[in-house]
């Protein structure tokens, strides 16, 4: 069992940054795939980035302008988005398992982004 809480959502006006943070506990271990996805109001839920022992990857029109990260000694995962756009806006939610294949196990609850013209 692992356990995933998100932090570091709210407002931001469009161009701006914001970081996420994801607290895992619980049966974690750093080789573990971890990700983000998010769901935007009536929009399918999208893969946002995951990392695991052979890198980071990210949704392709993300590439540039967001950066995920994990502090293994925190057993913390993060997520950079830069150059936000009001299309960024929606609820970002981590995960472990696979992120672009399959539905992962393990989710958090997940933190609100919202992005302001």
């Known amino acids: 069992q692992v356990d995933l809480v998100e932090s570091g959502g709210g407002s931001v006006q469009a161009g701006g940054s914001m ?5 895992a506990s619980g049966n974690v271990d750093s080789r573990d795939i971890m990700g983000w996805f998010r769901q935007a109001p009536g929009k399918k839920r999208e893969g946002v980035a995951a990392i695991g ?24 995962l993060y997520l950079q988005l830069n150059s ?34």
């Open 19 to 23: 970081r996420l943070s994801c607290a």
């Open 53 to 76: 022992r052979d890198g980071d990857t990210y949704r392709e029109s993300l590439k540039g302008r967001f950066l995920i990260s994990r502090d293994n000694a925190k057993n913390t």
């Open 84 to 117: 936000l756009k009001t299309e960024d806006s929606g609820m970002y939610y981590c995960a472990q398992g696979a992120i672009w294949t399959g539905t992962p196990p393990y989710w958090g609850q997940g933190t609100q982004v919202t992005v302001s013209s």
